[in-house]
């Protein structure tokens, strides 16, 4: 028999290369066939695109990581803030007001007697029992007032500050003389408040007592 040339599965199929010795193959093992390699195909073109994506999904050496701007801050201009943990609040600071100085009454507090109790430390000065009472004593007296130890019958104001003394409070109290704050002291000072209102106005609150005594307190009111 003679040799065969390389032939298409159609030519494979004339009747001039059938008439030459080639063997019959059934039409539906040729569309068999003919599926097969076109299903390679595209499995080889799915592969090819699989392949381009995975090349261009790498970075160059050259570029920079997407996801440097949220490693790296920014480096703060115009002498912006870098701190993380926002600083803590300053603590309230009492103003000392002088007489005849920024509304400061000279004499508002002639012939009137003051006595403290607690401590003062938004005024500053000493320690212990003794926080702020120093520095709030010398303003009380440079406005002409008077501060005794001890609360009697010749007391006007019992100023109040923080921790206060029971016994004191309570005398205070038994004797109708009148609980002021440093606040309220301040007002009569600069003039804003009268003697008779600051007398007349409602107590200071008290959460607390030096001596250990906790609660909320207001004594007569």
Do not use: C, H, W
């Not at 059934?26 to 195909?41: F, I, K, L, V």
């Not at 090819?48 to 570029?63: F, G, L, Q, T």
């Not at 120093?134 to 001890?150: K, L, N, Q, Y």
């Not at 003039?191 to 007349?200: N, V, Y």
């Amino acid at each position: 028999m003679n040799a065969l040339p390389t032939l298409t599965p159609t030519e494979f199929q004339s009747t001039a290369y059938q008439a030459a010795g080639a063997p019959s193959i059934p039409r539906s093992a040729m569309a068999a066939a003919g599926s097969a390699m076109a299903a390679a195909g595209s499995a080889m073109a799915a592969a090819a695109s699989a392949m381009a994506a995975a090349a261009s999904a790498v970075p160059s050496k050259m570029d920079p990581p997407p996801s440097s701007n949220a490693i790296v801050p920014a480096i703060p201009t115009n002498n912006e803030s870098t701190d993380v943990v926002p600083r803590a609040a300053k603590k309230v600071k009492f103003t000392i007001p002088r007489p005849g100085v920024d509304g400061g009454v000279a004499g508002v507090l002639n012939g009137k007697r003051f006595v403290l109790t607690g401590v003062f430390p938004e005024v500053g000065g000493g320690t212990g029992l003794s926080l702020g009472k120093d520095r709030v004593t010398s303003m009380i007296e440079s406005f002409g007032g008077v501060v005794t130890s001890a609360v009697s019958g010749k007391t006007n104001f019992l100023l109040v500050g923080a921790e206060p003394g029971r016994s004191k409070v309570s005398k205070a109290d038994e004797k109708g003389i009148p609980l002021i704050d440093l606040i309220a002291l301040n007002r009569l000072l600069l003039g804003q408040a009268t003697i008779e209102a600051t007398a007349s106005a409602p107590p200071p609150r008290i959460d607390s007592f030096s001596a250990g005594y906790a609660g909320q307190f207001r004594l007569g009111y």
